[in-house]
């Protein structure tokens, strides 16, 4: 199976930086995605990593070490509308490329 | 974005009650998920239609029943529910169950059982 952690909340100001992170464990890693959920809403998509490194997409930037089991979900210059919660998801090769999906991290925005 | 839609939003049911939940998706996907979001607790993968043929089912009990009639239609038919039911259900669809793309969720169902 897999183990997947993140925060259960944090809190940032607005316009600072805040860092969100993962740690996983499985053997057939392959992709790890991030999704935001606000309140009663659906989860939507925010990024994909599946090779090492950082991928970037306007304030929010996803960063992945396989060696290490470890991403980030890096968001800038926060805004109010921030406030919700971010999904880290794992993709297995084995069981038909299953995804499953972290707690998630509440994160709230003040001022 | 209106790619997945769920209807009904809301769901306040009975334990002896019969209802159905309804997706549907006008993206164009062959592959179609119900996940069950309680609170804190991870999404939990119930079941998998890739092509209209179910190929997962999470040991989810048989008061869960699905039904995908088409590549774009999927229902979750439920009967004789426990109030440990009440959740959030949430549909999503991808292109295809095994590819490397991603999965796109509707607005969910958020069920209450009493």
């Known amino acids: 199976g897999q183990n997947i952690d993140q925060p259960t909340e944090m809190t940032a100001t607005e316009g600072a930086i805040v860092q969100i992170n993962c740690t996983y464990q499985?053997?057939?890693?392959?992709?790890l995605f991030w999704y935001q959920q606000h309140a009663g809403e659906a989860p939507t998509f925010l990024s994909y990593?599946?090779?090492?490194g950082l991928e970037e997409k306007g304030r929010f930037s996803s960063f992945l070490s396989r060696s290490k089991g470890y991403s980030y979900l890096l968001l800038k210059e926060l805004q109010m509308k921030d406030s919700a919660s971010y999904l880290c998801?794992?993709?297995?090769?084995?069981?038909?490329?299953?995804?499953?999906f972290g707690t998630g991290t509440k994160l709230q925005v003040i001022p | 974005e209106t790619g997945v839609t769920q209807t009904p939003r809301h769901l306040v049911m009975g334990m002896t009650n019969k209802k159905s939940l309804k997706c549907e998706q006008h993206l164009g996907h062959n592959a179609m998920y119900w996940y069950k979001q309680s609170a804190k607790k991870p999404l939990e993968l119930m079941f998998v239609?890739?092509?209209?043929?179910?190929?997962e089912n999470n040991s989810v009990p048989s008061r869960f029943s699905p039904e995908c009639p088409n590549s774009s239609h999927l229902f979750l038919h439920l009967h004789t529910l426990q109030p440990e039911d009440s959740a959030l259900y949430l549909c999503?669809?991808?292109?295809?169950?095994?590819?490397?793309?991603?999965?796109?969720f509707g607005p969910g169902t958020r069920l209450t059982v009493l």
């Open positions: 990593n599946v090779l090492d």
């Open positions: 998801a794992v993709r297995d090769r084995r069981g038909y490329q299953k995804v499953t």
């Open positions: 239609y890739n092509f209209k043929e179910q190929t």
């Open positions: 499985t053997s057939g890693f392959n992709g």
């Open positions: 999503a669809s991808s292109q295809e169950r095994g590819s490397t793309d991603t999965q796109y």
